[in-house]
């Protein structure tokens, strides 16, 4: 038992010590202790969550969905306009692009959007509890879990090794998605009359697939060239982005093509 508790520590100091020296200071990043910790009550609240409720009423959260949903799209307009500004200013190219760890500003900038980016996925976890709350357990699906619960650990990843170069990639096309996506549960949360207006969430999901094979183009067009960026990032990317066109890919066919030939 000593002896596996000395390699763990082994390989948390090796964790901790082979980091972005300037990200290590900021909230959550420095150890993958409390993100560990996160991920574990989350999956307590998805287990415990829905049978907490089965006895109780739904809760009314109309209001702070409303405000959740359009403070989300406010933040992922942020971080769009952020990771766009920055590397544009910053010459970044779009095929290959190494990781500055200089501390000169615009690296810095690019740096701390990759942070709010990865804070973001961990306030997003905020939209399985709504789910709990309101009782719309058909939602907490394989895929919403999943999904949730390894983009935290993805992006703490991205954020204490490659807080930027070429990730600004996935996080100026993922927030860009998600303006849409929040947008599109905002205008949900107001009311039922706003369903006519919201004829466009089987092209939602389509958006997101389409942004997974981006991602998998882009990541594996870098495993096969010359670019100072760590293979070892493009290959739990280009893995991670098959399993979600997987995953996505039966969601869609569920949804929208199973049940229109039902129909």
Known sequence: MAAAWQSLV???????????????????????VPVAIIFLVYLCVVWAGPRLMKHRQPVNLRVVLIVYNFAMVGLSAYMFSEFLLTSWLSNYSLLCQPVDYSTSPLAMRMASVCWWFFFSKVIELSDTLFFILRKKNNQLTFLHVYHHGTMIFNWWAGVKYVAGGQSFFIGLVNTFVHIVMYSYYGLAAIGPHMQKYLWWKRYLTSLQLVQFMLFLLHTGYNLFTECDFPDSMNMLVFGYCITLIILFSNFYFQSYLKKRKEK
């Open 10 to 32: 082994s390989v948390h100091q090796r964790i901790v010590d082979n980091g972005d020296k300037r990200t290590d200071p900021w909230l959550l990043v420095y150890s993958p």
